[in-house]
C-alpha cells in the first residue's frame, strides 16, 4: 500500500482553470476558423451589451454561437430566428460552463431559398408595420429645382441620370456617393437618405425636391443592400418624394415597395423626375395663345354689355335730383334736433350742480374722520385682551408639549433595551442550534465510513468481479478460466480463474489451525493465479 501511494503522488496536479485553458488553447490550435452551416436558434436579439447569443442546429447536433458587438455592427446579414446560415468564425471554449462554442465573424445565406424566404418573411413585416401602404405615398414634384441622386459616383447608372436629366429639363443635381453593394451600402443607402432629408431649406447646400436611389441590375445577391430593414426604413420615413430605381424592370427589391414611386430603371427615374422641357415650352406658347384670344373675346363681350347698359340708363340730372331734395329736409331736420338736445342737457347739468353742493366732500370726510378716531379708541382698550389671553394659553401647550416629550423619550428607551435583550437571546440560539447542527453532521459523516465497503476492504478483505465487474458472491459462481476483476484496499488487480471450481467451502469457526491449513490446499478452491 505505500509504494502505490508513492506512485499515485508522482502524477502532478493542476488546477481547474488550467485544465480548462490546455483544453481551450488544444480546440483553438486544432481548428483555428472553420464553416459551420446550420439553423439559428434561441435568438432573442442583441444583449444589452451589444453581443449577440443563440445556437447553430441541426437534425442531430447543436453548436452554441456568440457574435461580439463589434462585428455585429459591421454584418450585412443580422441573424434571424430559424434562419438557415453560413456562419464563418473560431471555435473556442468557455471555462465558466465547460462548453464549446464558435465565435462568429461572418453570416452568410445558405442558399438562394434562405434569401427568398428571408425576402418574403421581410417583406410581410414590413407590410404589416404599414411602410408599403399605397396612403402614405405623395406625388413626385412636376418641376423640381434641385434633384438628389443616391449611387454609385463611378457607374453608368449616374451618367445615364445626368444625360437624360440634361436632355429633358436640365436642373441643379446633388449626388451622394455611397456604395451600391457590400456589407455597409445598406447604412450608407440610409445615411444618404436621413443626410439629405437633414439639410436645412435656404442653406447653403441646397434641399432637393425629390430624391432618387438607383443602381444597375444584378442578381438577388448584388440587390440584397436595397432589402435590408435600415435602407427600407429609412425610404419610408424621407420627407423628401422619393423614386426608386434599383435593377432592371423585373427586378424588384422592398425599398421598390416603400418609395412615393418605383422606376424601371434609372433613366425612367430621370424621365418621371423632371418633365420634357421643349414640350413645355410649345405647351406654354399655345397656353399664351390661347390666353390671348379668351381676353380679346371677354373685352369684346363686355363692351357690348356695357353699350346696352349705357342705352339702358337715364339721365344723370333726373337720377340725383330726387336725392339732393331729400338731402336739404334732413339738414334741416338735423339742426332742429341738434338744439333741443343742448337745450335738454343744459338743465340736466343745473340740477347736478345742485345736488353736488348739497353733498360737499369736505363734510362727508370729517364725518369719517370722525368714525375713524372712535374706531382706534376702541382697538387700544381691547389690545391687552386680544394679546394676553392667546399668548397664555400658547405657555400652556408648550408645557404639555415638553411633558409628552418626556414621555416619548423613556419609552425609547425602554424600547431599546427591551430590542437589546432579544438581539442577545437570538445570537445564543442561533450559536445553540449551529453546534447541534455540526455534531448532526459530524455523526452522519462517521456512520457514512463504517456502513461504506471501502473500510470493509481496508481490513485486509477482497471483493471479485467478472468481465462485466459484477460482483461475484459464492465460488460456485466462476467458470474455468474466467477473466475477474479482484479489488483491494489500494487497487485492483486482474486476474484468471484456474482449476476445478467445487463447492465453496465453509470451514467450521472452531476447527484448529492445522486442519484449516489442509483444507485451504485440498481441490475444493484452485488457484486464482
Do not use: C
Request: charge should be positive; glycine fraction near 8%; hydrophobic fraction near 45%.
Amino acid at each position: 500500500m505505500a509504494e502505490s501511494d508513492a506512485r499515485a503522488s508522482n502524477a502532478p496536479e493542476i488546477t481547474v482553470s488550467e485544465l480548462s485553458n490546455a483544453l481551450k488553447r488544444a480546440i483553438e490550435d486544432r481548428f483555428g476558423y472553420v464553416r459551420v452551416r446550420g439553423e439559428i436558434s434561441g435568438y432573442r436579439g442583441p444583449h444589452s451589451s451589444g453581443h449577440a447569443y443563440f445556437s447553430l442546429k441541426d437534425a442531430n447536433a447543436r453548436l452554441d454561437a456568440v457574435i461580439w458587438r463589434s462585428a455585429f455592427l459591421r454584418m450585412r446579414i443580422k441573424p434571424e430566428e430559424g434562419l438557415e446560415v453560413v456562419a464563418t468564425g473560431k471555435l473556442t471554449t468557455f471555462p465558466g460552463k465547460s462548453s464549446y462554442q464558435i465565435v462568429i465573424e461572418s453570416l452568410e445565406l445558405a442558399g438562394l431559398g434562405a434569401l427568398m424566404a428571408l425576402f418574403e418573411a421581410r417583406r410581410k413585416k414590413l407590410a404589416e408595420e404599414g411602410l408599403f401602404d399605397a396612403a402614405r405615398k405623395r406625388r413626385i414634384p412636376f418641376l423640381p429645382k434641385v434633384v438628389g441622386v443616391v449611387t454609385s459616383p463611378t457607374g453608368a447608372v449616374i451618367r445615364d441620370i445626368l444625360h437624360r436629366l440634361s436632355d429633358r429639363f436640365p436642373v441643379r443635381v446633388i449626388v451622394w456617393p455611397v456604395r451600391v453593394q457590400g456589407e455597409t451600402s445598406a447604412a450608407e443607402v440610409a445615411a444618404a437618405i436621413e443626410g439629405f432629408n437633414a439639410l436645412a431649406l435656404g442653406g447653403p447646400v441646397p434641399r432637393p425636391d425629390v430624391l432618387i436611389v438607383a443602381r444597375g441590375g444584378g442578381s438577388l445577391e448584388d440587390l440584397w443592400s436595397f432589402n435590408e430593414e435600415i435602407a427600407v426604413r429609412a425610404v419610408a420615413e424621407s420627407a423628401i418624394p422619393l423614386i426608386a430605381a434599383v435593377g432592371h424592370e423585373t427586378d424588384w427589391t422592398l425599398i421598390d415597395h416603400a418609395a412615393d414611386l418605383r422606376a424601371p430603371t434609372p433613366t425612367a427615374a430621370a424621365e418621371f423626375a423632371v418633365p420634357v422641357r421643349s414640350e413645355l415650352i410649345a405647351t406654354l406658347a399655345d397656353l399664351e395663345a390661347r390666353k390671348r384670344g379668351a381676353i380679346l373675346r371677354l373685352a369684346q363681350r363686355r363692351r357690348a354689355e356695357l353699350r346696352s347698359l349705357a342705352r339702358a340708363l337715364p339721365d344723370g340730372e333726373a337720377l340725383v335730383e330726387a336725392l339732393r331734395q331729400r338731402l336739404d329736409r334732413a339738414g334741416d331736420t338735423l339742426t332742429a334736433r341738434t338744439r333741443a338736445a343742448l337745450d335738454s342737457l343744459a338743465l340736466r347739468l343745473a340740477g347736478l350742480a345742485r345736488g353736488l353742493a348739497r353733498h360737499s366732500p369736505r363734510a362727508h370726510f370729517a364725518g369719517l374722520h370722525e368714525r375713524v378716531r372712535g374706531l382706534v379708541g376702541r382697538l387700544e382698550r381691547l389690545a391687552p385682551m386680544l394679546i394676553e389671553r392667546p399668548r397664555r394659553a400658547a405657555d400652556a401647550a408648550g408645557r404639555g408639549l415638553s411633558r409628552e416629550r418626556a414621555v416619548l423619550a423613556r419609552r425609547r428607551s425602554e424600547r431599546a433595551q427591551t430590542l437589546l435583550g432579544l438581539e442577545a437571546r437570538l445570537n445564543r440560539i442561533y450559536d445553540e442550534r449551529l453546534q447541534s447542527r455540526r455534531a448532526q453532521l459530524v455523526s452522519a459523516w462517521q456512520l457514512l465510513g463504517a456502513m461504506s465497503y471501502r473500510g470493509v476492504l481496508a481490513r485486509g478483505f477482497a471483493l471479485v468481479r467478472d468481465e462485466a465487474e459484477k460482483p461475484l458472491r459464492r465460488a460456485a459462481d466462476v467458470r474455468q478460466a474466467q477473466r475477474l476483476q479482484i479489488e483491494f484496499a489500494d487497487g485492483k488487480v486482474a486476474a484468471v480463474a484456474g482449476g476445478r471450481v467445487g463447492p465453496p467451502l465453509t470451514p467450521p469457526a472452531l476447527l484448529p489451525r492445522k486442519r484449516a491449513k489442509a483444507d485451504k490446499g485440498s481441490e475444493g478452491q484452485g488457484s486464482l493465479f
